[in-house]
């Protein structure tokens, strides 16, 4: 698991279901892109970690939120999932509708373009940037969790951001509706991929 910015993960287990996880934080860069200067600086340290890695794992997690803009799977001929890629995809599975909560406006571009190239639209039902403000980080993630519901329509919330997985739980609780946490999702996705993969070479 590729980490940008080296946040913590500290919580993160060693392994999931079957997967054996080796975090690799990247320091230098920011942990999230601000602008398009940022995501070129995400985007060069990445494609520079990731040489090689290809013969020594079976499959590569980018702990981003954003797309890149590389098409890292032909690149490196194992499977790569990106944090943003995995959620929007099951938040289209859980809900009808789904909003995804962000945390800067250059974030939600980039994931309404990437909705839009996968065809999933009609089930988004809107972006939503988080601004804590005079807030706490989780009394802003449930207030836009309920505008995007009650303003919005959604049915399913995707949090965009990879620290706010620690809120999950008691968003869901508070909610009542499925909350997408996208470390987890990219994890449960890559572990079906590669449960395959193996069926498919046995």
Known sequence: ??????????????????????????????????????????ASKIL??????????????????????????KRLGVPVIGLGEASIISGALHGRR???LVPNQYIASLLYRRILERGLAPALASIRVVKPSNRDLFSALLLESKRAVEEDGAQAIVLGHPAWRRYSEELRESM?????????????????ILRRKGEENA
């Open 1 to 42: 698991m590729i980490v940008p910015g080296g946040f913590s993960l500290d919580d993160m287990e060693e392994t999931y279901g079957a997967i054996n996880i080796e975090v690799k934080p990247i320091m230098g860069v920011p942990s999230l892109a601000e602008d398009a200067y940022g995501l070129a600086q995400i």
């Open 48 to 73: 520079n970690v990731l040489k090689g890695m290809s013969k020594i794992y079976d499959a590569i997690v980018i702990s981003c939120f954003e797309d890149l803009g590389l098409d890292l799977p």
């Open 98 to 100: 789904f909003s995804v």
């Open 176 to 192: 009542g509706i499925p909350i997408i946490e996208p470390l987890s999702t990219a994890l449960s996705l890559l572990e079906a």
